[in-house]
């Protein structure tokens, strides 16, 4: 046997020991990758999970609404799933607003359910004057957001037409045309960001840590213990009433003066003595009445009989079905801003209100607290049913992993439910709070 002399066994070593790290590395590097890729494709999977959780939620709201028990009506959170519901081995929760805030108060816990589009100003009707009464509004904006959909390239007084925004660092052009979504007043001059997310950042309706820490995380705050959202929290483009009644006949149009129409209306729903009496009372032609409330206050009719008909009549003509506000639904500041109401008065309807049956919905009440002046200049913008609905839908796969938020508006206005909008909300970051979150992963601990 020949022997190497020493000091090439001494390298044969060194090259041994260093093919061996080598070989000890690449096997580590490998077991890394694999165990990366492993759980990438267990996130992948579980954030696909997520989603199916949420296409599942989707078909089984839109069922609930295409069923509910009193069309027209938010349906009460408690006659579905919405917080926390297992889909398989994922999760959703739909984020909800609280319909009781008033406006110096700030939920800190998330409320679950479905939201009503109708509860928001329709940036497409709405008048710069009632737009000016939004939180963080100014004159200038207001003007320009009607500027932005009218179909006119004359500015209004402050307002923006295409002069001025032609004349921004990155051109473009007005829209004058409709809104398409609330997302797009990004695009109207003078739009920040701030006027329109506000402190909320996550969309959630929760004063969350980091909007109320002033400028320690974003977004920026008033650190005031209070969430001051901004226009995308009380502005809508879903907003209308449909034309026709639940089995698609025509509803009676007020504005109209086919007394015949209405007389047989009243007939129907309620009795030919009734009928006789209220049309004797609003005397002949019954016509020109500019709103269901005006029509209300008139026939000196009760609010129950309201309720019996309320569905089967509108005010075409000069006031689009279009953005009506739900009465019923609507938050403090959206009430503050139509004419009759006023911040004054927005108060009380929202105190008032949580006295009511929801499964009653009308608008006869808001005369309990408007006077017959107030409430015939507030009548036009009123409504007490919604035919579309929001549902912010969260999921989470399994171990709570691969979350995803989207929201999806439901239009029940035509004859078949539709979808009328999808966006994707998972870049606004976790809406359901850290308490929710250590709760469950604690829960998920003890599991095991
Ligand atoms: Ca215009
Ligand atoms: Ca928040
Ligand atoms: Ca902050
Ligand atoms: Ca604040």
Known sequence: MILAPPSNRGSVLIVVLWVTFGLVSMALYFA???SLNLRTADNRVAA????????????????ILA????PGALPDPITYRSDGAP?????FWIVGRSLTTSSGSTPTTPVFGLTDETSRINLNTATAEMLQWLPRMTPQLAA????????????SEGGAEDDLYLRLPMPYRCKNSPFESVEELRLVYGMTSEILYGEDSNLNGVLDPNENDGDESPPADNRDGRLDPGLIEYTTVWSYQPTTTGDGSNRVDLASNDNQALATLLQEKLSTDRANAILRQLGNPATG??????????????????????????????????????????PEPVLACIPGIG?????????????NDPRTPSIAWVTEILDTEQAIEAGPYLTGHSYQFTADIVGVGHHDRGFRRSRYVCDLAGATPRIAARRDLTDRGWPLGAPLRAQRLLALQNRR
């Open 32 to 34: 890394h990758t694999t």
């Open 48 to 63: 696909s999970s997520a989603q199916l959780a949420i296409d599942g939620a989707v078909r089984y709201l839109t069922n």
């Open 67 to 70: 069923t509910a028990e009193t």
């Open 87 to 91: 889909v398989g081995d994922a999760t």
């Open 144 to 155: 320009a957001i009607v500027d932005w959909r009218d179909s006119d390239s004359t500015a």
């Open 289 to 330: 009445f500019r709103s269901v409330l005006e029509f209300y206050i008139r026939s000196q009719m009760t609010a129950a009989e309201l309720a019996l008909i309320e569905t089967n009549v509108m005010v075409a003509g000069t006031n689009s079905l279009a953005g009506l506000i739900n009465v019923n639904t609507a």
């Open 343 to 355: 911040t004054e008065r927005a108060p009380s309807l929202v105190a008032r209100r949580a006295s």
